[in-house]
């Protein structure tokens, strides 16, 4: 398998080729660019997006560094408001996102994909990254979340809004909470994700073809 590098320079948005029948656009950092990049990049009317990136794992869920997890589901971890009686989600203050189901990955994606991953479980979007451990802890509870990212959640609604088939793939380079305790794996993670997304984008397209 070929080994891809990951361009931190790319434009937000602007594809380039992968392979045969595949294109790679950076998304950038954070879910406003990711929203700005899946919405370029869904102008080139791709038939499936598999969204890739770094992820932090939350503790006790046995999830190492530098291993892989696919996402069964994109949460708005941090979207809604904080009561005196804890936080309330979006869909609890009356603002679902829509179109509904727009935070579940496609099924034939998530079969295709995970014979190749070693985990699969939800994954949080969020605005800040968890950097103690209590709220870390809070994070998977309240969410049920296995990882957090700051993107999925973004794309995911980019091409539901589209009608394009997504999935969500994540490496992890660190566990969550404090970063004194749990250093960032953040060059070596990328680098087993660059070793890697080409066998994943060649799965999904297979899925989709």
């Known amino acids: 398998m070929r080994e891809v590098p990951v361009s931190v320079t790319q434009s937000v948005g602007k594809c380039a080729p ?32 598999l969204h890739v990136g770094v992820a932090g794992a939350y503790a006790k869920m046995g999830i190492g560094e530098l291993q892989s997890v696919l996402g ?11 009561t005196p009686n804890g936080f309330r989600t979006l869909d609890s203050i009356g603002f679902s996102p829509e179109p509904a189901g727009w935070d579940q990955p496609n099924e034939i994606l998530i079969n295709m994909l995970q014979p190749l991953v070693d985990h699969s479980g939800a994954i949080a979007t969020v605005a800040a990254v968890s950097g103690t451990s209590d709220r870390a802890a809070a994070m998977a509870h309240r969410t049920g979340a296995i990882a957090e990212a700051m993107e999925g959640a973004s794309v995911a609604l980019a091409c539901a809004a589209a009608g394009v088939p997504f999935a969500e793939i994540r490496v992890i380079s660190n566990i969550v909470g404090d970063r004194a305790e749990h250093p960032w794996k953040l060059n070596e993670a990328l680098a087993v994700l660059a070793s890697r997304i080409a066998g994943w984008a060649g799965a999904a397209t297979e899925a989709v073809g």
């Open 18 to 49: 992968l392979g045969d029948h595949c294109m790679l656009a950076r998304c950038g950092v954070g879910s406003a660019p990711a929203a700005v990049g899946a919405v370029l990049a869904l102008r080139e009317r791709p038939d499936a997006v």
């Open 72 to 82: 069964t589901s994109a949460v708005l971890a941090d979207h809604g408001s904080v």
